[in-house]
């Protein structure tokens, strides 16, 4: 596996159709895997599919489809679904916009792709993300949950994440 690639990024405007098309997309991804992940015990919380298209599409499309991605998909999850529950949607609307945010604006940066640069987005929005929760739920055992339990699902985003915008989003963007 090659270690860093360029790609075609895109900082897409909310005054283009493709932003929500690319975000709707997205969206239905963060949907469909978190149910897919919620049929083994503990499958959300072990794999963290709510944060994989939210970091796929922010690194990809720039910070607006990250950004609608981050809010609309775990508000849609827990209304149709009961999961994440209610009770816990501010966080995680709180961590995919750090994720969306950081994802963007290490893709603007660098304009590549590389595991290296996907490890620290993760490590930068898991590690804010859980001292904002900490602060919020004044729980660390509860904050660091994803630490203790969701590597693999870190891992996904970063190895999952690197496949998916190299290989698949190619033939996607070619297409529409």
Same mark, same amino acid.
């Given at each position: 596996?090659?270690?860093?690639?360029?790609?075609?990024?895109?900082?897409?405007?909310?005054?283009? !159709?493709?932003?929500?098309?690319?975000?709707?997309? /997205?969206?239905?991804?963060?949907?469909?895997?978190? +149910?897919?992940?919620?049929?083994?015990?503990?499958?959300? =919380?072990?794999?963290?599919?709510?944060?994989? /298209?939210?970091?796929?599409?922010?690194?990809?499309? &720039?910070?607006?489809?990250?950004?609608?991605?981050?809010? =609309? !998909?775990?508000?849609?999850? !827990?209304?149709?679904?009961?999961?994440?529950?209610?009770? &816990?949607?501010? %966080?995680?609307?709180? *961590? &995919?916009?750090?994720?969306?945010?950081?994802?963007?604006? %290490?893709?603007?940066?660098? +304009?590549?792709?590389?595991?290296?640069?996907?490890?620290?987005?993760?490590?930068?929005?898991?590690?804010? &993300?859980?001292?904002?929760?900490?602060?919020?739920?004044?729980?660390?055992?509860?904050? %660091?949950?994803? /630490?203790?339990?969701?590597?693999?699902?870190?891992?996904?985003?970063?190895?999952?994440?690197?496949?998916?915008?190299?290989?698949?989003?190619? *033939?996607?963007? +070619? !297409?529409?």
């Amino acid at each position: 596996m090659e270690a860093t690639t360029n790609v075609k990024l895109y900082s897409l405007t909310l005054r283009q !159709s493709r932003t929500y098309i690319f975000a709707a997309l /997205f969206i239905v991804g963060n949907i469909v895997l978190p +149910q897919l992940c919620h049929l083994f015990p503990k499958g959300g =919380l072990i794999m963290l599919p709510i944060y994989f /298209f939210t970091l796929i599409g922010a690194y990809k499309y &720039g910070i607006r489809v990250g950004l609608l991605t981050a809010l =609309l !998909s775990p508000l849609i999850n !827990s209304l149709f679904f009961g999961m994440p529950p209610m009770t &816990g949607v501010p %966080v995680i609307i709180i *961590k &995919g916009t750090l994720l969306a945010t950081a994802a963007a604006y %290490v893709a603007h940066k660098t +304009q590549r792709v590389s595991i290296l640069t996907l490890i620290a987005v993760v490590l930068l929005y898991q590690v804010v &993300g859980c001292l904002i929760e900490w602060a919020i739920k004044a729980d660390f055992m509860a904050a %660091v949950q994803d /630490f203790r339990i969701g590597i693999p699902g870190m891992l996904l985003q970063v190895i999952g994440g690197y496949l998916f915008i190299k290989y698949v989003l190619k *033939k996607l963007s +070619q !297409s529409l």
